[in-house]
């Protein structure tokens, strides 16, 4: 059982990271008290980007493609984000329904473009990422297995860039700040602060993360663009909320996501995980995301001002 | 009212416009004619019986989904799960379908009831975790999407599985088909069903209870003002409960009327877009089931025309999900463009 856990434990890092950096993304822009459905069609502009950049520069800069594909990545996820921040903060649009617009736009147009590009709606990348083993590190019995072994690059910079948001978030006058528009933007104004640059500002963060994400997802599993991420961005939604709007919750929820996907995805090839059936593997996210909200709805850590637009004028 | 209801449909026109004219810049950027593009997609939906009938098939599933966001945005409500519901309300009827032999006249009656009483009950869980537990129907909703879809996802291949395929569903008989001869015949062999003609009575139905019936009322009073119904004593929960399971039922429906109508069966690993341009067209509809229909034959148009255009000049035929992705955004920030008529009427006014 341990020999097995071993082996999915890498896969299963592989899978938790785009939904960390995506889930981390929403903390931003929900905390910031602006609603994001938009996930799922951010990470897909994402994946979109890295693939179209990848596609084109992998032939003659091997080296470098996959950095450029990533920051193309955070930087489409970021414009598309720019659209959602425009609706909720400048037009006090529903949040949900420009959320919804952001998904059913990235589905369409990333499609649509790859279709009148590649006539196929598909674009594959030849390169990804390579596996490294942490030097010393990896040598540690079971844990160098689990942890060190086989990692990718961007892992790392993810973990890096949850750390750096913790302190940014906790430890920083912008986080202070961001949080206050979230909970009590009236008050927050009234301090001072531009509201509506903090929101714009938490949106674009979010939607450069989201991207970030789907980009991950093409270098180091997926290898190509086809249309869809398949709910990953749901998905992340879900930790966002199981994990309580909070960094270290959302990494464990993620996590905890992340490696049931993965058995199920593995439960076929794997003798001892036969018997478990996939049906309750994969709805159990969602399901324990259901029941989490029945027991937090009393005391809920979401943030208080969240889905509604601020409006100047309205005290 | 009068006004209100006018400026609702000048919006809606404003947005369907913004739309087609972002959907004509995007054929310009990947170097096609927009004039040429529309054209085609215009006479690919209604150029011949056949393909009148295949918009007002394709149109069909969008009505009952639109139906579902409008009945549950009258109690204030926003169902974004009509796509779980639709797949919930599909594999119940299929499985009645594959299993069941009666006559068609039997049959279907039975599978509309099935489809309707799954995706109730499927729409009734957010609805509970709202009514009870204060959970937002968003999010619940969004869940029970992804609770559906993998729920298909297994269940298909395990009980209702094709003899050749693992990814979907054996085919429905005939006699549990929405289809019928003289209909397909009257339109030369279209994939128009039964759906249509069931999808206008219940859209006059729901136009009813909403307008005309005492749960209407409460349902409409819930949604404007939830402390001022519980004041007036109206049972708030009781309402949200039910809201959100006869949406689910119309969006039940509309899974019947796309798994059993337009298509034979069901396949696995799709979350049915129909559900969520059921927003749209409910934002299109301005909220009333006679404008919910005229929203879905617009959306219909384009999607049953895209094919065709496709054919003709090359252009990708996800213009049409642009197009409509463009509308819902123009809609949400519809608030704009109202409030700029407001001061103009203001300022006219004060001349």
Request: hydrophobic share 55%; proline share 3%.
């Amino acid at each position: 059982m341990l020999e097995l856990l071993i082996q999915i434990f890498p896969y299963a890092i592989a899978f938790t990271i785009p939904l960390l950096i995506t889930s981390l993304g929403g903390l931003f822009s929900e905390r910031s008290g602006v609603i994001n459905i938009g996930l799922e069609g951010l990470m897909l502009v994402g994946l979109f980007a890295a693939a179209l950049t990848i596609s084109q520069l992998e032939r003659t800069m091997p080296g470098q493609a996959i950095w450029w594909g990533l920051l193309a990545a955070a930087l489409a996820g970021a414009l598309l984000a720019l659209l959602h921040a425009f609706a909720c903060v400048t037009l006090h649009a529903n949040q949900i329904i420009s959320g919804i617009a952001i998904n059913m736009t990235s589905a369409a147009l990333t499609v649509y473009l790859a279709r009148a590009m590649t006539g196929s709606g598909n674009i594959q990348i030849m390169i990804g990422l390579s596996r490294r083993n942490i030097p010393f590190l990896s040598e540690i019995p079971i844990i160098g297995k689990m942890l060190f072994s086989g990692t990718y690059l961007t892992t790392w910079i993810v973990l890096f860039i949850l750390l750096a948001s913790w302190f940014l978030l906790y430890r920083m006058v912008f986080g202070l700040r961001l949080r206050a528009c979230g909970e009590h933007p009236h008050a927050a104004d009234a301090a001072g602060i531009n509201v509506y640059l903090v929101r714009y500002i938490a949106v674009i963060i979010s939607g450069a993360c989201a991207g970030l994400g789907g980009g991950i997802i093409l270098v180091t599993y997926s290898g190509e663009f086809n249309g869809t991420v398949a709910g990953l961005g749901f998905l992340a939604l879900a930790s966002l909320i199981f994990g309580q709007w909070r960094p270290l919750g959302i990494l464990l929820a993620t996590f905890f996501f992340g490696f049931a996907s993965t058995i199920a995805n593995v439960s076929q090839v794997i003798p001892e995980l036969a018997n478990i059936p996939g049906i309750i593997l994969k709805t159990f996210p969602y399901v324990f995301t259901l029941i989490a909200l029945v027991f937090s709805a009393k005391s809920s850590q979401a943030p208080k001002a969240i889905g509604e637009p601020y409006d100047k004028g309205k005290r | 009212m009068k006004i209100r209801f006018n400026r609702d449909y000048l919006l809606s026109l404003i947005a369907v416009i913004l739309g087609l004219i972002a959907g004509a810049i995007l054929m310009i950027v990947t170097n096609n004619n927009p004039f040429e593009g529309y054209n085609y997609l215009f006479r690919g939906g209604t150029m011949n019986m056949q393909r009148i009938g295949n918009t007002i098939a394709t149109a069909t599933p969008l009505i009952f989904a639109g139906l579902s966001v409008t009945f549950a945005f009258r109690t204030g409500l926003f169902n974004i799960g009509a796509s779980g519901q639709m797949l919930i309300g599909g594999l119940c009827a299929t499985a009645i379908a594959l299993n069941v032999s009666l006559p068609k006249i039997l049959l279907l009656p039975l599978m509309i009831i099935v489809a309707f009483i799954a995706g109730g009950l499927w729409g009734s869980i957010a609805g509970f975790l709202k009514a009870k537990f204060n959970v937002h129907e968003v999010v619940a909703t969004i869940m029970l999407n992804w609770i559906a879809y993998w729920t298909v996802y297994y269940m298909v291949p395990l009980y209702l599985k094709a003899e050749f395929l693992e990814t979907e569903s054996r085919r429905i008989p005939s006699e549990a088909s929405l289809r019928i001869e003289w209909l397909r015949d009257f339109f030369d062999g279209s994939y128009i069903n039964l759906g249509i003609v069931l999808a206008i009575i219940v859209a006059i139905i729901v136009a009813f209870i909403l307008d005309k019936t005492t749960l209407g009322y409460e349902l409409k009073a819930v949604g404007y003002n939830r402390t001022a119904a519980e004041t007036a004593g109206i049972d708030v929960n009781r309402n949200i409960m039910l809201s959100m399971g006869i949406a689910g039922g119309l969006a039940g429906l509309a899974g019947l009327s796309l798994y059993a109508g337009i298509a034979t069966n069901m396949q696995i690993g799709v979350l049915p877009m129909q559900g969520f341009d059921g927003i749209a067209v409910s934002l299109l509809g301005a909220n009333s089931p006679l404008g919910v229909f005229f929203a879905a034959i617009f959306f219909g148009l384009l999607h049953s025309g895209k094919g065709f255009m496709t054919a003709m000049t090359g252009i990708p035929p996800e213009i049409a999900d642009t197009i409509i992705a463009t509308i819902i955004y123009f809609a949400a920030t519809s608030v704009v463009v109202d409030r700029f008529l407001e001061n103009r009427r203001k300022r006219r006014e004060t001349k």
